[in-house]
């Protein structure tokens, strides 16, 4: 079990300013303008059981982001994902999920706030010391091409849109990998990826 928390704050920061005039909304860079703080803090989690065969992993994170002025806004997100591995012989398997999360991405400049959807893989394979061969399913309640949402707003100028990508709809895919060696033998496992709770719950 790991506790961890970071912290990235701004005191002297520059920032997109919007304001109205007789020509319309005109855009300007100030600095120093309101201050900008980015807190994350959370717990991960990771066990074995059955002699190794299962692996149970998962985290639970809230971020928190203060962005003063133009925009004086705050923001309080709570996200989570878990995944669980079962090996049986040459065959592997494994189920994830990866909740909705939302982010600034570090960007203290522009206000944009994002909001991703959320993830479900599922994943079967069968590997020996040449072959591996892996069934993926991600998303397969879901069949719309919209990932993520961007929201900002100020006294002048907002934006709110969605973004639209191959990132979170439906999709199955099967992959084989043969290896073959020459020169010194090393030693092929047939591990499946552990996931760290990224945004895409793609397992990789």
Same mark, same amino acid.
């Given at each position: 079990? *790991?506790?961890?928390?970071?912290?990235?704050?701004?005191?002297?920061?520059?920032?997109?300013?919007?304001?109205? @005039?007789?020509?319309?909304?005109?855009?300007?860079?100030?600095?120093?303008?309101?201050?900008?703080?980015?807190?994350?803090?959370?717990?991960?989690? +990771? +066990? =074995?059981?059955?002699?190794?065969?299962?692996?149970?992993?998962?985290?639970? @994170?809230?971020?928190?982001?203060?962005?003063?002025?133009?925009?004086?806004?705050?923001?309080?997100?709570?996200?989570?994902?878990?995944?669980?591995?079962?090996?049986?012989?040459?065959?592997?398997?494994?189920?994830?999920?990866?909740?909705?999360?939302? @982010?600034?991405?570090? =960007?203290?400049?522009?206000?944009?706030? *994002?909001?991703?959807?959320?993830?479900?893989?599922? /994943?079967?394979?069968?590997? =020996?010391?040449?072959?591996?061969?892996?069934?993926?399913?991600?998303?397969?309640?879901?069949?719309?091409?919209?990932?993520?949402?961007?929201?900002?707003?100020?006294?002048?100028?907002?934006?709110?849109?969605?973004?639209? =990508?191959?990132?979170?709809?439906?999709?199955? /895919?099967? +992959?084989? *990998?043969? @290896?073959?060696?020459?020169?010194?033998?090393?030693?092929?496992?047939?591990?499946?990826?552990?996931?760290?709770?990224?945004?895409?719950?793609?397992?990789?």
């Amino acid at each position: 079990m *790991t506790v961890f928390a970071h912290s990235w704050l701004v005191g002297n920061r520059a920032a997109f300013v919007y304001e109205a @005039t007789s020509e319309g909304i005109i855009r300007t860079i100030q600095q120093p303008i309101g201050k900008f703080s980015h807190h994350n803090y959370g717990i991960n989690t +990771s +066990s =074995n059981f059955f002699d190794g065969k299962l692996h149970l992993s998962g985290q639970l @994170t809230q971020l928190y982001v203060h962005n003063g002025l133009p925009y004086n806004i705050n923001h309080s997100y709570i996200s989570f994902y878990i995944q669980a591995l079962y090996y049986f012989g040459n065959f592997n398997f494994a189920i994830s999920y990866n909740s909705g999360n939302a @982010t600034d991405n570090y =960007n203290s400049m522009s206000g944009i706030w *994002t909001k991703n959807k959320d993830a479900f893989v599922l /994943q079967a394979g069968w590997s =020996n010391s040449t072959w591996n061969i892996r069934l993926t399913a991600q998303n397969l309640q879901r069949w719309n091409w919209r990932s993520s949402y961007d929201r900002m707003w100020s006294d002048y100028y907002s934006v709110n849109r969605w973004v639209s =990508n191959a990132s979170s709809h439906a999709f199955i /895919q099967l +992959s084989t *990998t043969y @290896t073959f060696g020459f020169g010194k033998k090393v030693k092929q496992g047939n591990d499946l990826s552990r996931q760290s709770g990224a945004s895409s719950g793609i397992l990789k």
